[in-house]
């Protein structure tokens, strides 16, 4: 089965340069969620897209933006990077109707393990 | 803010033994999800459970969802080494609120 796809899986950039993040959700899946996992902790909620809408933002810095597209890829963009930006990036998807009829169930990437010099 | 408090926080058992990690919160969610974490890859989703008192298994593990949905518990029989990993529980709140909050995870080492 198809899962959700992340590019670069690694990614190594020095402080105050950007970086772009894409996430490709499982197919017909239409919600694309990104969460931030630094070194020993558990995800920590970034941002969501609905229908290629905004639907909920958790600890994202201004320094971040994102978008869904009309093909429901995501991506994350990141400037003046810090050197605590690093961490490992990871992009999950769901469909309203999920697994066995449960809402929301999220499926998660592999991940993009960025790294700030 | 919701919590999810995961307990213990780190296990090493031996190959054959059984145990049980717990995932705790003092808010109602809609629905729990546990994961199943390898280092530096995402996390795999292992079971959702929606309904409070709900039991689920899959193969050697047990899941169980809290009557008030507030609590859930993994339960690994005859644990294998192939078991090490990172063990998340998620709640999601439902709602307009589409984030899962994560609790800081069971780090299990099985040794043989």
């Known amino acids: 089965a198809a899962g959700v796809i992340q590019s670069p899986r690694h990614l190594i950039k020095e402080k105050r340069e950007t970086a772009t993040l894409k996430c490709y959700p499982i197919p017909r899946h239409d919600t694309v969620y990104w969460y931030q996992q630094g070194p020993g902790q558990d995800p920590q909620f970034l941002i969501s897209?609905?229908?290629?809408?905004?639907?909920d933002k958790g600890s994202i810095p201004d320094r971040f933006s994102a978008q869904q597209f009309s093909d429901y890829h995501s991506e994350l963009n990141m400037s003046s990077l810090e050197l605590g930006d690093s961490a490992l990036y990871f992009c999950a998807s769901s469909s309203p109707f999920g697994l066995a009829g449960v809402a929301d169930t999220q499926y998660f990437g592999p991940g993009t393990r960025l790294t700030v010099l | 803010t919701q919590l999810l408090e995961q307990s213990p926080q780190f296990l090493s058992i031996q190959e054959g033994e059984n145990l049980t990690v717990y995932c705790n919160s003092s808010?109602?969610?809609?629905?729990l999800q546990w994961y199943r974490q390898e280092p530096g890859e995402g996390p795999v989703l292992l079971v959702t459970?929606?309904?409070?008192?709900e039991v689920k298994k899959l193969k050697r593990l047990t899941f169980q969802f809290g009557d008030a949905r507030k609590d859930s518990s993994l339960h690994i029989t005859a644990a294998q080494p192939g078991d090490t990993g990172l063990y998340l529980c998620a709640g999601y709140s439902g709602g307009s609120n589409y984030k899962l909050t994560f609790g800081k995870g069971t780090l299990l080492t099985v040794n043989p």
């Open positions: 459970v929606v309904t409070g008192g």
């Open positions: 897209f609905y229908e290629k809408m905004q639907s």
């Open positions: 808010s109602v969610f809609s629905s």
